[in-house]
Every structure is written in C-alpha cells, then in structure tokens.
C-alpha cells in the first residue's frame, strides 16, 4: 500500500460527459502529480500540484483541468469526453515537487469511455 | 522540455538470462529516478541516482549513473520470472519535475 488513494478504481462513461478523479496523496507530502497511461504509452505527464498551487504542466488538453485543496487532495476532472480519452489515470504524490524524491503511485482510475 | 529515451522498448528472455535496459538525455541531468510497474499494478519507485558515475546496487539489480550524468542503466542478473513487469526511468525536466521515458516491458519466460 503506498498511502495514495485514488478513487473510483473504475469508471465507465459515455461520449461527451464530464467526470472527476479523486486522489488524496500520503499524509505529509505537499506534491501531487496526475499521469495518462494509455496501452502501449508511457506515463504521460499531465499536471502537478505543490501545496496547493500548480507547478507544472504537461500536455494537458484544454477539456482537463485539476487542482488542488487545501487539505491537499486534489482532483483531475475531464470533460466532453471523447473515446480517446481511456486510458489509466494516475496519481502519484511526493513531499518535495523538485523530482528529487520519491514519488509514490496511487493504484490508479481506469477510465473507459463508450 | 527535457526527455529521456528508453532502450529496448521490449525484451524477452530465457529465466536466468540477464537484462539491461538503458536511459538517454541529451541534456545533463539533475537526478534519476528508477521505477517498475508490474502487470496490472501501478508504479513503484526502485532507486534514485543522483551522482556522476554513481552505481548501486539491490540485490540482483545493479543501477548506474553515467559520468555525464546524461544516462543511466539498470542491469538484472539472472533474471527470474517475479522479475516480469515495465522499467522506467524519471527525471526532472524543464517542464515537469517528474517526466517519465516509455519505458522497457520485460517478459521471462521460465
């Protein structure tokens, strides 16, 4: 068990509807970041969080968008959903956001759309 | 932004055979991270090098930084079929602190 929890585990939803992806990092660790793994794809870099503000960006499409709350959960939501968009979402959490420490994986949202 | 290219993006061998899988920048790094994602699980972090000419090991798997700090290795010895899973290498680049190459899919066959 890494101490990221990320719900659903599952989630399966039509063309065109918006959905949200929960995670909620391992206690004390301020870093949150969010990855796209689709089949034969690496982890691709969406966002990333520092306590409560964002730090990075990837090539985030402009339909996605997250952020951050104070108690440093944080929520990546996707809307107008088209089939391209399954894919296994991750979020991973570490104390630092400089890439220098260990970044611990959630078990991840995979996210099907019909 | 910084990326880094991973080599073989796949490899088979016999159990007991050994396999190394390489990270290419062509920019300095800072650090590099190692991770393994094993069939149907999630990322785990294996190790983090951060020195020039840095090697460690862990067990069966030696890690290695290169001297320019531009590439890195992970070598197994004697691969076991628990082995089986996706290696990937980290790094911190100009626009993520944690951009990940695609990775090389191990399989063992026993």
């Known amino acids: 068990d890494s101490g990221v929890t990320q719900t659903p585990k599952h989630l399966i939803t039509a063309t065109g509807q918006r959905v949200t992806l929960r995670c909620s990092p391992r206690s004390g660790d301020l870093s949150v970041y969010w990855y796209q793994q689709s089949l034969d794809q690496g982890l691709q870099f969406l966002i990333q969080?520092?306590?409560?503000?964002?730090?990075a960006k990837g090539n985030i499409l402009e339909r996605f968008s997250a952020q951050q709350f104070p108690d440093l959960h944080s929520e990546l939501n996707l809307s107008s959903l088209e089939l391209g968009d399954s894919a296994l979402y991750f979020c991973?959490?570490?104390?630092?956001?400089?890439?220098?420490?260990?970044?611990?994986f959630g078990q991840g949202t995979r996210l099907t759309v019909v | 932004g910084q990326q880094v290219m991973q080599i073989p993006q796949y490899q088979h061998v016999q159990e007991g055979e050994d396999f190394t899988t390489y990270c290419n920048s062509s920019?300095?790094?800072?650090?590099i991270q190692w991770y393994k994602q094993r069939p149907g699980g999630h990322p785990v972090f294996l190790i983090q090098l951060v020195k020039s000419g840095e090697v460690k090991k862990q067990k069966r798997l030696t890690f290695q930084f290169g001297e320019a700090k531009k590439n890195s290795s992970l070598h197994i010895t004697a691969t076991q079929t628990t082995d089986v899973g996706t290696y990937f290498c980290a790094c911190n680049s100009g626009y993520s602190t944690l951009t990940f190459g695609k990775g090389t899919m191990l399989l063992v066959s026993p």
């Open positions: 920019t300095t790094l800072s650090n």
């Open positions: 991973a959490s570490s104390v630092g956001g400089q890439g220098n420490t260990e970044a611990f």
């Open positions: 969080y520092y306590n409560g503000e964002e730090r």
